[in-house]
């Protein structure tokens, strides 16, 4: 009974969760920056249904999208009175949330709406430019009907709004919701959670100078800590400081305090300048923030698999080498000392083709034609000190953007591999009872001979 008790909230969670946060932010929105007719300046509030959608199985999506509805019914009726468009602009709400939710799952997104350059720009183009454009072609036109309101500025206003709202609080909602903000709290030491709510606290900071202090063109200003947050933090830091300056600057704006303010007393111009504001923030920071986290990733991945190399090496028998394109050794891993005859250290920066260098001919015309094919070359190696022992050598040039940046090697031991060869031709050759050659292995001296014959003759 428990369990199905338990099964049911978390099926009623998210619904729940669209439902009051939405009619909380609508509320809130609509009193502030809206004057009952027109759009308001930012519009968050679906946010909260996109970043469920994108987080929550496709299962729960009516849920969410009827919760939705619902709130934004109720936001405005409790804001604005009844009519009955206010379901009409429900609607429209929903359709654009959905239309967005739809066209980002359509791609596997892992790491966040930020993860990387192709997802920042999925996102932008869905949900901050095709979905606000839809929403405001048909807002516009229900607005017209009703209030009469012009047409095209109608349609701008609702795109901007809608496209900042998205772009802003989707992507720190979708973390919040995914729970990438309390693991990332938990997997940090307390060192490194005091520097990131001072990075917060330092935007808040400078968001606050700027938007209530003294009348100075200093706008640029809190570009600053979320530049700071991309490089210390990552993309979460950078999501949590666009948030706080859109929240500080509208509310500051709404106060008749900040840049945007002291402009022509026309609400309407004050609202475009600070959408555009928002806007540029937004549009620099979070590529930037996308940037830096796909690097972090990349250079996260390498170092596994660094470690997952070294580690595989540490237990093999074969040594891997790598070398730059004038042959001098870069690095060197593998029980070097067993198959080579020299250390680590004394390999590492020893050239191919140094002169006087005790290598075999064979290694470097293999380095040489793997540098210049880009294919893999094999040598075979008998080297002075060990005589009983065949080593094999493969070369491998690593090709960036058309040019050998390096070449890798690995060199093993096939003396049981070659000594098994060698057994098995001299067992096609030879007659297993007396041991002498057989018809084909007589044909095959007889053959070699009369060759090395003529050669001699030609030569004399």
Sequence with gaps: MTSRWREHANAWTAPLGAALGYFA?????????????????????????????????????????????????????????????????????????????????????????????????????????????????????????????????????????????????????????????????????????????????????????????????????????????????????VQAGVLVIALVGALATLLDSGPFATLSGDVLVQTYAFQFYLAALTLTALPVAAVVGARHDALLRLHEREETLRLLMAHSTDVLLRFDPAGVCLSAHGPINDLLGIGARRMVGSSLSRPGARVEPAAVEAFAAALSSGAVRTAELVLPHRPGVTLEAAFKAVIDDGHATSVVATVRDVTARTQAEAALRHAADTDGLTGLLNRGGFDKRLAARLAAATVRRRWR
């Design 25 to 237: 932010l609508a509320t809130a929105t609509i009193v502030l920056t809206s004057d009952g007719r027109s759009h308001a300046t930012v519009w968050p509030a679906d946010a909260v249904v996109l970043a469920l959608l994108l987080t929550r199985p496709r299962a729960t999506w009516p849920a969410i999208l009827w919760a939705g509805w619902l709130a934004n019914l109720a936001a405005n009726i409790a804001t604005r009175g009844w009519g009955p468009w206010l379901v009409l602009y429900g609607a429209i709400n929903m359709a654009q949330v959905l239309f967005a939710a739809h066209m980002l799952r359509r791609h596997r997104w892992e790491g966040g709406l930020l993860a990387d350059g192709a997802s920042l720009t999925r996102f932008i183009l869905w949900a901050g430019l095709a979905a606000p454009a839809m929403g405001g072609t048909l807002g516009a036109i229900a607005g017209a009907i009703n209030f009469g309101t012009p047409l095209a500025p109608s349609a701008l206003r609702w795109f901007a709004s809608s496209a900042l709202g998205l772009l802003i609080l989707t992507p720190f909602l979708a973390d919040m919701v995914s729970g990438e903000y309390q693991r990332c709290f938990r997997s940090r030491s307390w060192a490194g959670r005091a520097e990131r709510a001072a990075l917060v606290a330092l935007t808040a900071a400078v968001a606050l100078f700027v938007f209530t202090g003294p009348p100075l063109p200093i706008l640029f200003a809190t570009f600053i800590p979320l530049i700071v947050s991309a490089f210390r933090v990552g993309r979460l830091g």
